[in-house]
């Protein structure tokens, strides 16, 4: 059984098949990632659990709706947490460490070990991101939430990657889904453990 079978069996749902509009650039399934290897070997989709991929595509529909031409790109949903391991121990004992969740934690690994996360961004009516700030997967202070319009004053952040944020954060929050706060990309209904449940665990 492949990882799309094992995903299905767990009753997630692939975003894509949702709405074809949506876009995906799988980093891990690429060397364009911070592991700097290919950890997705086999052809892999993008699913979520049903609710957060129906918000995804919801989403979706907001942003053309104010930009048209414009729509989501996908980088990362549901991850095994095989996965999870390896991307940890490239940071495990570094200050890099809180950007990755914790495999071996009581509640192992973060929100997409459980199909309850999903990495994004936008891209225009030719298929170019948005400026952001940063690319996906900084572990900088410039990719975090919440201090913006600081980091505009400051001019780290320029006008440009300001009203594409709050663009993102605008389209996303309509539909209930909250950013996480060390990652303007990363995107989920809770920030609270205790709702990921153990029976969920993609273990595998």
């Known amino acids: 059984m492949n990882i799309n079978e094992l995903m299905e069996k767990r009753g997630l749902v692939d975003i894509l098949k949702l709405d074809s509009t949506i876009k995906s650039d799988i ?15 086999t052809p892999f989709n993008v699913y979520a659990e049903s609710k957060l991929a129906n918000a995804v595509v919801n989403a979706n529909r ?16 549901a991850r095994p947490l095989s996965i999870q391991k390896e991307m940890f121990e490239v940071v495990k004992g570094t200050s890099n460490e809180k950007y990755v969740a914790n495999p071996y934690e009581e509640t192992p690994g973060g929100f997409h070990n459980y199909g309850m996360a999903v990495d ?12 952001m700030g940063t690319d996906f997967d900084s572990f900088s202070e410039l990719a975090h ?23 993102l954060y605008y389209i996303m929050g309509k539909n209930g889904l909250l950013p996480y706060k060390y990652e303007w990309w990363h995107y989920q209904f809770t920030q609270c453990t205790k709702d990921r449940q153990s029976e969920h665990l993609l273990d595998f």
Do not use: Q
Request: net charge negative; hydrophobic share 40%.
């Open 27 to 41: 980093r891990y399934a690429t060397e364009n990632n911070f592991v700097g290897k290919v950890l997705y070997s």
């Open 145 to 167: 939430v919440g201090n913006e319009l600081e980091l505009l004053s400051e001019g780290r952040l320029s006008n440009a990657a300001y009203t594409n944020r709050m663009l």
């Open 62 to 77: 907001d942003l053309i709706a104010i930009k048209p031409g414009c729509s989501i790109i996908i980088f990362d949903a």
């Open 120 to 131: 994004l961004s936008i891209i225009d009516e030719n298929g170019n991101l948005l400026d």
